[in-house]
């Protein structure tokens, strides 16, 4: 008889896989504190409220809402049917040139924060926080 085979990963790899989700969970946590300590956050939001509105996501999103008011009804159109009607569309619908600048901000943000870090360490004084004004200030 030959051995069975089945398709769950080695014990091994099961490890691996869940210190590496552990990490980057520990690391989004890290970066999401760093993001609001720095006011970073409230930048970047801003940022994509201005491009979204600027490219006409933000009229597109809404004339979607209505559609679906008009079509089921205002009162029987709850805020969460609405969220749950539009979201899969209003994601998918982000020009990637706004989801590759907005990631690109991150990735700054997270090397300059890094970088300070290291600084901070070298020196054995605490974080300097957010020196730099801001990603693409």
Not at 58 to 77: H, Q, S
Request: hydrophobic share 25%.
């Amino acid at each position: 008889m030959s051995p069975s085979y089945t398709s769950r990963a080695p014990r091994s790899s099961r490890r691996t896989l869940a210190s590496r989700n552990t990490r980057d969970k520990k690391a989004r946590e890290q970066l999401e504190r760093a993001l609001t300590h720095s006011g970073e956050r409230e930048r970047l939001k801003e940022f994509l409220r201005e491009k979204l509105k600027e490219c006409g996501w933000k009229d597109d999103l809404a004339k979607r809402c209505k559609e679906i008011m008009k079509d089921r009804g205002v009162k029987e159109t709850s805020v969460d049917y609405l969220v749950k009607a539009v979201t899969p569309t209003a994601q998918s619908s982000v020009p990637n040139s706004i989801k590759a600048a907005f990631l690109e901000k991150i990735r700054t943000f997270s090397e300059i924060a890094k970088k300070e870090e290291g600084q901070s360490k070298k020196k054995g004084s605490p974080s300097p926080g957010n020196r730099h004004g801001g990603v693409g200030a």
